[in-house]
C-alpha cells in the first residue's frame, strides 16, 4: 500500500483500542523474568559454550604478535580465535569502524580475539592468559585540539535531522551586524554512552552454511545484511532473531563485535556460543554519542524578532565516520530572513561516534535553547514570549512548505499554565530555600518525525484469532501492545484475540526501531496488511469489501453478520502487506514539539543540583497508546536530566579510551533523582504522517531537556554554565555567599 495522500477517515479512528491506555501485552513476560533476553536463550541452540571477547589495550596503532599458547592449554577451552588469524572482515553499510580481523587498530577495546569455553569463567580465565605485542601509534583523542583541522562535512543520522555541510539563507553576516542585540557564545556536550540495561549480546549456531543468531538488536534487517557482508556470506543464510531487547538507545541500531564473535566463535568451537560485552567492554568497543563545540550566534531587534541566526557544530569521528548533526534543528525552530549552519567534522581516534536517543537534536537543542534562554535575557523578554514571537509556520528556509501539523505554542502556552510559571523570578538568584536557591527553566523541544517503509503479515485462524508477524523489535517501548492494538482495531478484535511475534528476520521487513519512526511506521505497516485482509475476508464471505463492517468478531454488511474466524477455514487466511511512502515528507515537513519545564534547587554550599519537578507537553500526532507513550517520554526526560547534570564519557587524551567504562564511573539518574514527572500530550492528529495519524513521540522527550535544566539552573544561582553536564564544579566557586 502506499500513503501519498492524506489520510481521510478510516477504521483506526474509531479508537476502540487504538488510543487507549491499555497495559504492555508483554508486561506479564518482563515481571516473571520470562521473557527471554538473548543471552538467556537457553532452549534455542543445543550444547551452548560460552564466549569472551578481548578488546585492544591502545588506543591507535597495529598488533605484532600474540601468544595464545597457554590460553590454549587452559582448562575448558574449546577455541580461540585472533583477530591475526584472518585478513580483515567486511564492513557493513553502517559501520563506521571495522569490527574484527587485520592487524590494524583503530580505537581502544577494538574487538582483538575470542575465547570460546565450556564455561563463562574458564573463557575469561582463559582471555586474560593472551599476550599481545602493540605497536602504538599517535592518536587524535583531542577534540578541541584537533578543531583547526575539522572539515565542513554534511551529515545525515538516517534518524530523520541532518544538515548539509554549510546552509545559507539570505545574508547571515550582514543581518547580525545589524542587529540591535545579539549574542555570540559557544556551548559543549561531552561524548555519551548509551548506558542501556541489556548488554550487547549474542548466541550464534551454523548448521552447515547457515548461522542462526540470537541476539539484541533495535534492526532486524540491517543486522543481517550487515553480519552477511562482515562474514563474507549471502545474506539467505543469515537468521536474525530478537524478540526481547532490554535497551538500545541507538547502541544497538547496527551490527557489533557481539554478532560477528559469537559467529566466528562457533564456526571455530564446531558448537553453539554465546556471549556478551562485558560492561567495560561496551564504552569504548561499540559507539557512543560524540562529543560536540557548537557556536551560536543570534540577532534580533528590539521587538525580540530574530533577523539573523547561525549554528555552527563540531565534532569528532573516526575516518570515514559523520559529524553529530546538532545543527538540524536550528534549521526549522525559529523563523528569521538570515541563516546559517555549518557543520564539521575532526578526525579522531576515539571509539566510533554515531546514534545516541535523538542524535542531533538532544545535543544540539541543548546549545540552541540554552542560547534562546541567554537572547531573551539580554532582549528583558520572557523565554516562553521570545520563542512565540519567533515561532513559524513554514519551513523557515523553503516558505512554501509548511509544517505537517506544529503546535509549539500550544504547548509552551500550556506548560507554562500549568507548570506555574509566573511564580519564575525574571532576575536569577531570587528565590532560597533555607540552603537551597531555587529556580525553574523552560526550553522547546523538537524533533522530526521520519516515515519508514514497513511491512507485516497477519494471519486470520478458524477460531476468529490473529496473528501479527513482522520483524519490528520492542527496546522496551511497547511495539508488541501497540501492533496489537492496531490489529484489534482493524479487525474488530478485542486485544486478547491478536497474538503479535516480532524480530525475526524471517518476517516481513519492518521500519525496525530508531529515530523514534517505529512506533507510527510499524503499525502503519500492520494497518496495511489488515487492509489486505480484510478485503480477502470479504471476498471469500461473498461481502462488498467497501461495505463489511469489522466489529465484536463479526463482519457485518446490510443484515448480514458473520464470525470473523469464519472466513478463515480450516487452513487460515493470510495476508502481507508493506506501507510505503510518497512525497508528502518532501511537500510537509513533519516534526514533533514540546514544551519542557524544570524546576531546580542548587545547594548554595555544596552546588549539588537537585530536580525537582519536571513538565513535558508534547505535541506529536495522535497518541497510539497514552499509557506507554507517557512510559517512553518520561524516561527520555530523565536522559535528559542525566546529559544535562551527570552523564560525560571521560576522555584519556594521552592513550584515547574513555575511562569511566561502567556504570559506577559513567552517572545516569536514578530515581530517587527524579522525584516528580508531568506529561501532557496535546490532543492532534496528523493525517499527514500516515494513516495512523500518529507521529514519533520516543525521542522528542529528551529533546530541549537538557537547556531546560540549564536554563533552571541559571535562574536558581545565576551561573551560567556552558559547557555540559553541570556538575557541581562548574558552580561552586562562584555560588553565592548565604548570609
Ligand atoms: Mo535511534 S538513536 O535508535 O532512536
Known amino acids: 500500500m502506499k500513503f501519498d495522500t492524506p489520510a481521510t477517515s478510516n477504521p483506526i479512528d474509531q479508537l476502540r483500542v487504538v488510543g487507549q491506555p ?36 591502545i588506543g591507535k596503532g597495529r598488533v605484532a604478535a600474540m601468544d595464545t599458547a597457554a590460553a590454549k592449554a587452559a582448562p575448558g577451552v574449546i577455541a580461540v580465535v585472533t583477530t591475526l588469524d584472518m585478513p580483515r572482515l567486511g564492513k557493513g553499510e553502517m559501520n563506521t569502524a571495522f569490527l574484527f580481523g587485520g592487524a590494524e587498530i583503530q580505537h581502544y577495546h577494538q574487538a582483538i580475539a575470542v575465547v570460546v569455553a565450556e564455561s563463562f569463567e574458564q573463557a575469561r580465565d582463559a582471555a586474560a592468559m593472551i599476550r599481545t605485542r602493540y605497536v602504538r601509534e599517535p592518536g ?19 534518524e530523520g535531522s541532518g544538515a548539509p555541510q554549510e546552509d545559507r539563507t539570505g545574508d547571515f553576516e550582514g543581518a547580525f ?4 542585540v545579539t549574542l555570540d557564545e559557544t556551548y559543549s556536550t561531552p561524548d555519551e554512552s548509551h548506558a542501556m540495561m541489556e548488554p550487547h549480546a549474542t548466541i550464534a549456531a551454523w548448521e552447515g552454511e547457515k548461522l542462526t543468531v540470537w541476539t539484541s538488536s533495535q534492526m532486524i534487517a540491517w543486522g543481517r545484511r550487515d553480519l552477511a557482508k562482515t562474514l563474507g556470506i549471502p545474506a539467505e543464510n543469515v537468521r536474525f532473531d530478537s524478540p526481547y531487547i532490554g535497551g538500545g538507545f541507538g547502541g544497538k541500531l547496527f551490527l557489533r563485535a557481539d554478532a560477528v564473535l559469537a559467529a566466528l566463535g562457533a564456526k571455530a568451537a564446531g558448537r553453539s556460543v554465546k556471549l556478551a560485552l562485558t560492561r567495560p567492554l561496551i564504552a569504548n568497543n561499540t559507539t557512543h554519542r560524540p562529543a560536540t563545540i557548537q557556536r551560536i550566534r543570534i540577532g534580533a531587534g528590539r521587538d525580540g524578532r530574530i533577523t539573523a541566526i547561525a549554528h555552527e557544530s563540531l565534532s569528532g569521528d573516526l575516518p570515514e565516520g559523520q559529524p553529530e548533526t546538532a545543527v538540524s534543528q536550528t534549521r526549522l525552530l525559529y523563523a528569521g530572513a538570515n541563516r546559517l549552519t555549518a557543520l564539521r567534522l575532526a578526525v579522531l581516534d576515539l571509539p566510533e561516534g554515531n546514534s545516541m536517543r535523538a542524535p542531533g ?131 474488530g478484535l478485542p486485544l486478547e484475540k491478536v497474538t503479535v511475534r516480532l524480530g525475526d528476520s524471517d518476517f516481513p521487513v519492518s521500519s525496525g526501531s530508531g529515530g523514534q519512526f517505529g ?30 463492517r469489522f466489529e465484536g468478531g463479526q463482519v457485518r454488511a446490510g443484515n448480514r453478520s458473520v464470525p470473523l474466524g469464519q472466513a ?37 554550599a555544596t552546588g549539588e543540583t537537585r530536580v525537582r519537578r519536571m513538565l513535558a507537553v508534547c505535541a506529536a500526532g495522535r497518541i497510539l497508546n497514552p499509557k506507554s507513550a507517557r512510559s517512553q517520554v518520561i524516561g527520555a526526560m530523565t536522559m535528559g536530566v542525566g546529559a544535562a547534570l551527570m552523564e560525560e564519557l571521560a576522555v584519556d587524551k594521552r592513550h584515547g579510551f574513555f575511562v569511566n567504562h561502567d556504570l559506577a564511573g559513567y552517572e545516569v539518574p536514578v530515581h530517587a533523582d527524579i522525584p516528580h514527572q508531568e506529561v501532557i500530550f496535546l490532543d492532534e492528529t496528523d493525517p499527514i504522517s500516515s494513516p495512523m495519524k500518529a507521529k514519533g513521540v520516543g525521542e522528542l522527550g529528551i529533546c530541549g531537556v537538557g537547556a531546560a535544566v540549564a536554563n533552571a539552573v541559571y535562574n536558581a544561582t545565576g551561573l551560567r554554565v556552558r559547557d555540559y553536564p553541570i556538575t557541581l564544579d562548574k558552580l561552586l566557586d562562584r555560588l553565592p555567599e548565604l548570609a
Not at 47 to 55: E, I, K, S
Not at 522 to 537: H, I, P
Not at 579 to 587: F, I, N, P, S, V
Request: hydrophobic share 40%; charged share 25%; aromatic share 8%.
Open 568 to 604: 478463515a477455514g480450516e487452513a487460515g487466511l493470510t495476508a502481507e502487506d508493506q506501507m510505503e511512502y510518497g512525497d508528502l515528507a518532501e511537500r510537509y515537513q513533519q516534526s514533533t514539539f514540546a514544551g519542557h519545564f524544570v524546576e531546580v534547587a542548587v545547594h548554595a
Open 177 to 180: 551586524a545589524q542587529a540591535a
Open 361 to 491: 537534536e538532544a545535543p544540539g537543542l541543548m546549545a540552541l535553547e540554552m542560547a534562546m534562554d541567554e537572547m531573551a535575557e539580554r532582549l528583558g523578554m520572557d523565554p516562553i514570549d521570545f520563542r512565540i514571537v519567533n515561532d513559524t509556520q513554514v519551513d523557515p528556509e523553503h516558505a512554501e512548505r509548511p509544517f505537517s501539523q506544529r503546535q509549539l505554542v500550544q504547548c509552551l502556552r500550556i506548560g507554562a499554565e500549568r507548570f506555574g510559571w509566573n511564580r519564575r523570578s525574571a532576575t536569577p538568584g531570587q528565590r532560597r530555600e533555607g540552603q537551597w536557591l531555587v529556580g525553574l527553566g523552560m526550553a522547546a523541544g523538537f524533533r522530526n518525525n521520519l516515515v519508514m517503509k514497513s511491512g507485516a503479515r497477519v494471519r486470520l485462524h478458524g477460531n476468529g484469532a490473529v496473528t501479527v508477524e513482522t520483524d519490528m523489535t520492542d527496546i522496551g517501548t511497547g511495539s508488541y501492545t501497540i501492533i496489537a492494538q492496531t490489529a484489534a482495531e482493524m479487525m
Open 140 to 158: 587524535r583523542f583531542d577534540l578541541a585540539a584537533e578543531a583547526p583541522k575539522a572539515q565542513l562535512a554534511s551529515a545525515d543520522s538516517g
Open 22 to 57: 491499555v497495559d504492555r501485552i508483554d508486561g506479564p513476560l518482563k515481571t516473571t523474568g520470562t521473557a527471554p533476553y538473548a543471552y538467556e536463550r537457553h532452549d534455542v541452540a543445543r550444547d551452548q559454550a560460552y564466549g569472551y571477547v578481548l578488546g585492544a589495550g
Open 519 to 548: 512506533g507510527n511506521s510499524s503499525t502503519a505497516g500492520v494497518y496495511a496488511a489488515c487492509v489486505k485482509l480484510r478485503e480477502a475476508v470479504a471476498r471469500r464471505l461473498g461481502f462488498n469489501s467497501a461495505e463489511a
